[in-house]
């Protein structure tokens, strides 16, 4: 399933995707360099989901993931929350793939990664 283009997620930030029509997003990339961390929006706490706002996964340095609900801070190559009611507890990752044109497509079925 195509998710969407390489240029359209900019180095440094993240941004959600809705799947199978839902309102809230289901999943979201970070982008760091040429790498793209997936994770589904999810807090191991509550399962909550994360961003408090559309695309809002990242604090204010850009370096860590945050959930809007409590804080808990997590890192963004791992998913290992490092602060919080969550500590030692990881996000759960998404399985990208990038085509030769740039293209991101999830390899998961859409099915497992919805919460």
């Known amino acids: 399933m195509r998710l969407c283009h390489l240029d359209e997620l900019p180095d440094g930030d993240a941004r ?18 040429d790498a793209l961390h997936a994770w589904r929006n999810v807090c191991p706490h509550h399962g909550a989901a994360l961003a408090w706002r559309p695309h809002a996964y990242l604090n204010a340095a850009r370096d860590r993931i945050v959930c809007g609900a409590h804080g808990a801070q997590f890192e963004i190559h791992t998913g290992l929350c490092t602060l919080g009611p969550c500590l030692g507890q990881a996000l759960t990752p998404v399985p990208l793939t990038i085509t030769g044109a740039g293209e991101v497509h999830l390899v998961t079925a859409p099915e497992e990664t919805t919460p």
């Not at 809705?18 to 360099?33: K, P, Y």
Request: positive net charge.
């Open 16 to 33: 959600g995707f809705a799947l199978q029509g839902r309102e809230r997003d289901t999943l979201f990339i970070v982008r760091h360099g």
